[in-house]
């Protein structure tokens, strides 16, 4: 997924990354449809983000307006 893609490249600790991708999450999204028939099914994802001292579960349900 793009989204943990550009968390790996910009954040180099679990914290980091939560605070990372919340924000392209609230910037973009979390990409269009997921049902080609229905467009009001979208992505709802969890995250878990781990490093040496603590790890972190970013969870995502609904849509930001």
């Not at 679990?14 to 999204?29: F, I, M, N, P, W």
Request: proline letters at 0%.
């Amino acid at each position: 997924m793009d989204l943990v893609r550009l968390v790996l490249e910009r954040a180099k600790t679990s914290r980091d990354a939560v605070t990372v991708c919340s924000s392209l999450l609230e910037e973009y999204g979390q990409g269009g449809g997921c049902a080609e028939d229905d467009s009001s099914w979208c992505y709802e994802n969890g995250f878990l983000f781990a490093d040496r001292a603590e790890a972190w579960v970013l969870e995502t349900a609904g849509r930001f307006l």
